[in-house]
C-alpha cells in the first residue's frame, strides 16, 4: 500500500499542475440542439460551459467538428472567460447532425464530445388545441434530424411535444419531416399551445376586456365589470422565446381562434374586430419584448364540428392581420373536414390523416417564405 501511494505521488509530481488542472464540462449546445441559422449557408452555435479548477494564465480551448465524411482542423476556441465559467458563439455551416470535440490545448487527451448538434430551422408553435398535442393519434417523425425543445433539454420530435398541454398528437412531426426533407437541415419546434384557450388569454398582463372567454382560468373579473388577463400564457411564450435568445427561431407559427368563435354563450363569442385587435397585441407586444421584428404566421381557425365549420367574422379578422401586414398568411384549417376530424369526422381535433394535410398546409405556406428569406 505504500508503494502504491508513493507510485501515485511520484506521477502527481512529474504530471504539470496546468495539465492536472485543465478538465472542463461543456454545458451548451447540448445534445440534440438546433440553433437557427442567420445566413443560408451557416448559423451561430453558442458555446457555454465550466472548468473543473482554476486555470492560471488564459485559459485554451480548442474545438473541432465531424459531419458525415467531413471535419474540421482542431481550431481555437476564442472563449470570454467569467471567473471558473466561458462563452463563446461561433459560426458552423448550415446542416448536421454534428459530432462536436472540445480539448484543452494542455491537456489534448481530455476531449468533451457531444452530439448531436445542427444548424438549421426552429420554430415557436402556440395557440389552442389543435396547436398543443389534442390530435386523435400520437405522430413520430420519420427523420432523426426532427426535434423539440423540453425545459432544459431537446429531444426527438415524437408526440406529445414537450411544452404543449395535451397527450396526443400533433402536426409537428410531418410537418418537419417535410421541411427536413425540402431544406436539407435539421429542424426544431418550441411548443407553447395550451388547450381551449381564447386569444383573450393570450393577452400581457393586465390587459382588459368588456366580455369573458368561455373558461375562466387565465382570466379576472374586475370591481367595474370589465375583464383582465393574468397573463400566464403570454408569460409562459415570452420564456420560451427568450431561451432561445436573440433571433433565435425563424418564425411563430400561430394556430388559434375556435374558443373566440360561436360560443355557447354568445357572451363569450368575441367580435372579429377585437379579435384582430386582441392578437395583433399579443404579436406587437412579443416583437417589442424580444427587440426584434418576430414573423407571426396566422391560420385560419374557427372550425368546431360538422354543422359549425367556420366564423365568417373570427376568419376575416384572422385574414386582416395578413392585409395589414401585422401577421404572414397561414393556413386554412377550417377547410380540413370529414374523416381529417376525429371521431369520424365530428370533432374539432384532427385524425391521423387530419395531422398530416395540417402539416402540409403549414409546409405550403412556409417553404416558399422560407427560400425567399434565404435568397
Not at 215 to 220: A, F, I, K, N, P
Not at 305 to 316: L, N
Amino acid at each position: 500500500v505504500e508503494s502504491l501511494w508513493i507510485l501515485s505521488w511520484a506521477c502527481s509530481w512529474l504530471v504539470p499542475e496546468t495539465l492536472l488542472s485543465s478538465t472542463f464540462s461543456v454545458e451548451s449546445p447540448s445534445p440534440h440542439q438546433v440553433f437557427q441559422r442567420d445566413r443560408s449557408d451557416s448559423g451561430m452555435m453558442h458555446v457555454e460551459g465550466i472548468f473543473d479548477d482554476g486555470l492560471d494564465g488564459r485559459p485554451a480551448l480548442e474545438w473541432s467538428w465531424v459531419m458525415e465524411a467531413q471535419s474540421s482542423e482542431w481550431k481555437d476556441l476564442e472563449i470570454t472567460p467569467n471567473g471558473r465559467r466561458f462563452s463563446v458563439s461561433v459560426r458552423l455551416p448550415a446542416g448536421g447532425w454534428y459530432l462536436l470535440r472540445f480539448r484543452h490545448s494542455q491537456n489534448p487527451e481530455y476531449i468533451v464530445e457531444i452530439h448531436p448538434v445542427g444548424i438549421g430551422e426552429i420554430f415557436v408553435v402556440a395557440g389552442q388545441s389543435n396547436s398543443a398535442n389534442h390530435g386523435e393519434v400520437s405522430l413520430a417523425p420519420l427523420s432523426d434530424r426532427v426535434v423539440a425543445k423540453a425545459d432544459q433539454h431537446w429531444q426527438l420530435a415524437r408526440d406529445p411535444q414537450p411544452g404543449a398541454s395535451g397527450r396526443g398528437g400533433s402536426f409537428m412531426p410531418p410537418l418537419g419531416d417535410a421541411l427536413a426533407q425540402a431544406l436539407g437541415v435539421p429542424i426544431g419546434f418550441v411548443a407553447c399551445g395550451i388547450g381551449a384557450t381564447s386569444v383573450r388569454e393570450w393577452l400581457p398582463q393586465g390587459d382588459t376586456f368588456p366580455e369573458p372567454p368561455t373558461l375562466l382560468g387565465r382570466v379576472r373579473q374586475l370591481e367595474d365589470g370589465r375583464w383582465q388577463s393574468r397573463g400566464e400564457a403570454f408569460e409562459v411564450l415570452m420564456a420560451r422565446m427568450r431561451s432561445m435568445g436573440p433571433k433565435g427561431f425563424r418564425a411563430v407559427l400561430w394556430h388559434q381562434g375556435e374558443s373566440d368563435a360561436n360560443q355557447k354563450d354568445p357572451r363569450c363569442t368575441l367580435p372579429g374586430n377585437l379579435y384582430a385587435q386582441y392578437l395583433k397585441r399579443v404579436i406587437r407586444q412579443s416583437q417589442s419584448e424580444m427587440q426584434w421584428a418576430i414573423p407571426w404566421f396566422v391560420a385560419q381557425a374557427s372550425y368546431h364540428v360538422p354543422g359549425d365549420e367556420a366564423s365568417t367574422d373570427i376568419r376575416r379578422a384572422q385574414a386582416s392581420l395578413w392585409k395589414s401586414g401585422v401577421a404572414l398568411q397561414g393556413p386554412d384549417t377550417d377547410a380540413l373536414k370529414g374523416p381529417l376530424r376525429e371521431s369520424n369526422g365530428q370533432g374539432v381535433h384532427f385524425s391521423r390523416e387530419g395531422l398530416h394535410a395540417h402539416a402540409a398546409a403549414w409546409a405550403q405556406c412556409l417553404l416558399p417564405w422560407i427560400q425567399s428569406t434565404l435568397n
